[in-house]
Each structure stands twice: as C-alpha cells, then as structure tokens.
C-alpha cells in the first residue's frame, strides 16, 4: 500500500466519522450543502460562461481598433490561459483567509477588470484589464467554487458538480444576446461597465460559502494534532515531495488525462465559442442580432450536455469506463468541428452548434469525475488545479493559432479544422491508451508498496500532509 493510498483510507475513514456535527446532524447535503452547490453554479456562469459568450463583443472591439484576428485573439487568450494557470493561487488564498473571502477578492478583481477595461485607449490595455485582471479575479473563484462542494455534497458529488458546472451553460445561453443588446444600446465600452455591474453577483455566492467545519479524529487531542501541524511546517519540501508533486507519475491515467486535454480542450476548444460567431458573420447566414443567438444556442447544448452526464455514466458504466467515455466525447465534438463546412445556410449552422455544444459540454463537466474516478475523493481540488494549470499553456496559444490561420486563409473553416484535429486526438489518444496506463499503474503500486508503519507514521500525520499540501482541501 502506498503513502497515498494509505492517507486515502485514514482520511475516508476520519470524515465518515465527522459527517456528524456537534448536534448530530449529518453535514452531508442538507439546505446548506445545495446552497453552497448553488452559489458555485453562479460563479460557474461567469466564470465559465462569460468569456466564452465574449464573441459579440470579440467582433466590435476587433472592428473598433481595426486589428486582426489573431491580435484580438489574444484577449481571450490571456484571459483563459490567466485564469487555468493561477489555480494553485486560488488553493493558497482558501488556506489564508478561507472560501468566501477568496470568492469575494475574486469577484472584486475581476469586476474591476471588466470596469476599466470601458476606458482603453489601444488593444493592448484590454490584454491587461481583461486579459490580466479578470483573469486573476476567475483564477481565484475556479478552484474554490468547486473545491468547496466536496465539503458539503458527498454521496451525491456528481451530481452537485453537474448541477453547478451547468452554470457554465447557462452563461453561454443568456450572455451573447444580453452582450448584444448592450452593445446596441450603449456601444461596447457602456456594455462593459455593465457587465461589471452584473459580475458582482458572485459576491452573492461568496455570502453563501461558508467555512467548512474542522475535521479531528475524536481520539487524538487538539494540542498533538497542532503539534504535528507544526513538524509540517519544519518538512516543507518533503511534504511536496511525498503528495502533489508525484501525481503525475504515480498515476499515468491522470498523466494523460491532463495531456490530451491540455491538447484537446486547451488548444482545441477554448476560442471556438468567440470564433463561432465571428464565423457565421463572414458567411452572412444571418443579421447580427440571429448570429448572436447561435453562442446561446451552443450555450443551451453545453449545458443539456452536462446535465445528461449522470444519465450516460449510469448507461454506460457496464460496458466502458468513465475515462473511454470523456474519450469518445471529446472525438465526437471534434467530428463536428471537422464536419461544420457542410453547414451552408443557418439552419444547418444552428444544428451544428447544437451538437457541437452537446459533446462540449459533456467531457468538460466529466472532467472533475475523472479526477474522482483516478484520484480519489480527496485529492479532485489537487487534481483540478494542476490539469487546469496545463490546460492555461494550451490556452495561451490556440486562440491566436485559430485567428492566424483565419488571417492568412482569409476562411474560418481552416481554423476550425484545426480545431477539430485536436479534439479528436485528444480522444483518440485518451480511448487508445487507457489499458497501457492502468496496467503501469498497478504495476507501480506494486513495487512502491510500503505500509504505514514503514514510513514510520501515524494516521494523523498523514492526514495533515494530505491536508496541508491542498490533496484535502
């Protein structure tokens, strides 16, 4: 049994005997657990929703500084690549001052950005309000949006994750056509001050995160459990050593869970939503105001996509595995993106980013499920913040890939080919793979075997590295 695994089994077995408060009461679910489910689902449509329904306005500040495509790109760019790449700072900030006033500072942030970016002067000064500030602000609330929901929601995880990463649909939904209105009626900076306004609301949220109770075995005495807390502290760095740091090579599934998506999702997808809407304008389908609506019909497919999720795993838990499944979701949505030039009039157009967003929005909301599923429950926040720390360097670059190829070719569809090769490699390597990896999995634990008493720990100590490295968070 390794380190790990034992802390997995003592730290399962300490929080079942703490699901129990001081009035004997579970703490799992309950009014307040599905409160929390619903504060993260508000943050999911902002932080999730709002930059990729950006495309109404990724079209006006283009034309009003008159730059390219791929320049304008970068925007969106920042902003994802921002916000994935910041997650430990998120981990950090819930261990100093806590869930809500980590969501708080985030919301602060980020409303800030969307502010002053109603002032610039260059594209350049949106790379920073937008791309930099808001960027922080999302890179704060992510991580602690849904590192808190294992706090409160255990038995039915999968479905509070759902149910709160649906938000992120819903942002698709309703923001392109209200970034529209707002646009028409206050040109794009008025929009913007307007859309600050509204990204406040995740204060809300932050109201409704509260502080997780403290979890302590009953049978060992607070002054020994500082005491260990302490010795911690002195063993940083073989604290690191011993947990997150190995993740990647103790567990292959998850080393390649991260580099396909890096790949796939990272690369491949983050622009698409923006580039859908350019898209649809060059080949004039339609007025702006109906092209507008075709982010919020791929919004509305995102998040049906998610909310199917427990239904396709009950199905198919028989025949395949959860990750095969994220597989084949991921090759799908890129069948549609290498499929969507036979989209010749709106109507076609409309279909395809209907079933584009289906796809989408089922291995995106998978992707903490494949945590649970490889990880373990108490290490998906650890395992979140690195797959979307990867996943930042793939969104750093695709956006602007997706604008330069559109420039030099002078046709969107090139660059959603480009798209959709990478999300079917991605699947393919994930689909192809998965035996190889858990066959070294299980061939690794095997030779790194020790037990407890071998490392010469006790069950609390392991506890708090697990708890002090952010594996329990």
């Known amino acids: 049994m390794t380190d790990l695994q034992s802390s997995k089994e003592v730290t399962t077995a300490h929080s079942q005997d703490s699901t129990l408060t001081a009035h004997g009461k579970t703490r799992d679910g309950g009014v307040i657990g599905w409160l929390v489910v619903f504060g993260s689902h508000i943050c999911h449509l902002f932080f999730g929703g709002a930059y990729q329904a950006i495309g109404p306005l990724f079209v006006v500040i283009q034309r009003h500084f008159d730059e390219t495509s791929a320049r304008t790109s970068w925007i969106i760019a920042f902003l994802a690549s921002v916000e994935f790449g910041l997650g430990p700072l998120s981990n950090v900030s819930v261990k100093k001052i806590g869930f809500r006033m980590t969501v708080l500072m985030g919301t602060i942030i980020s409303s800030a950005g969307y502010f002053f970016s109603a002032f610039a002067p260059t594209i350049e000064f949106l790379y920073l309000s937008i791309g930099l500030a808001v960027g922080i602000g999302y890179a704060l609330i992510l991580p602690a949006s849904i590192g808190i929901i294992p706090h409160f929601v255990k038995k039915s995880f999968t479905v509070a994750s759902v149910l709160a990463a649906s938000g992120v649909g819903v942002g698709l939904f309703i923001f392109p056509p209200l970034l529209q209105i707002l646009i028409d009626n206050y040109g794009w900076r008025g929009s913007v001050i307007v859309f600050s306004a509204l990204n406040a609301h995740m204060g809300i949220s932050a109201a409704l995160f509260r502080a997780p109770e403290e979890e302590i075995p009953s049978n060992v005495p607070l002054e020994e459990k500082a005491g260990n807390a302490n010795n911690l502290k002195m063993n940083w760095i073989c604290i690191k050593d011993t947990c997150d740091l190995r993740l990647m090579t103790k567990y292959p599934t998850y080393a390649v869970f991260v580099f396909a998506t890096t790949i796939a999702v990272g690369i491949g997808y983050q622009s698409s939503p923006a580039h859908l809407l350019a898209r649809a304008e060059t080949k004039q389908f339609a007025s702006i105001t109906a092209i ?13 996509g998610r909310l199917l999720i427990p239904i396709v795993l009950l199905l198919t838990k028989k025949f395949t595995t959860s990750i095969k499944t994220y597989a084949f979701a991921l090759f799908l949505s890129g069948l549609c993106n290498l499929f969507s ?7 076609t157009y409309t279909a395809y980013a209907f079933f584009y967003g289906i796809f989408i929005g089922l291995h995106l909301g998978m992707q903490p499920q494949i945590a649970l599923d490889v990880l373990g429950p108490e290490m998906v926040t650890a395992g979140t913040g690195i797959l979307t720390f990867f996943m930042a360097i793939g969104a750093l670059i695709g956006p602007p890939i997706g604008g330069y190829i559109y420039d030099v070719t002078g046709n969107y569809d090139n660059s959603f ?4 090769s990478l999300l079917c490699f991605g699947g393919l390597v994930m689909f192809v793979s998965e035996p190889f990896t858990n066959r070294l999995q299980r061939k690794a634990e095997g030779a790194t075997s020790v037990t407890m008493d071998d490392l010469g720990c006790s069950e609390v100590y392991l506890v708090e590295v697990a708890t002090q490295t952010g594996v329990i968070s």
């Open 417 to 420: 080919y480009f798209y959709g």
């Open 341 to 347: 030039p036979l989209a010749m009039n709106y109507e």
């Open 292 to 304: 507008s609506l075709l982010v919020s019909i791929f919004g509305l497919a995102t998040m049906i």
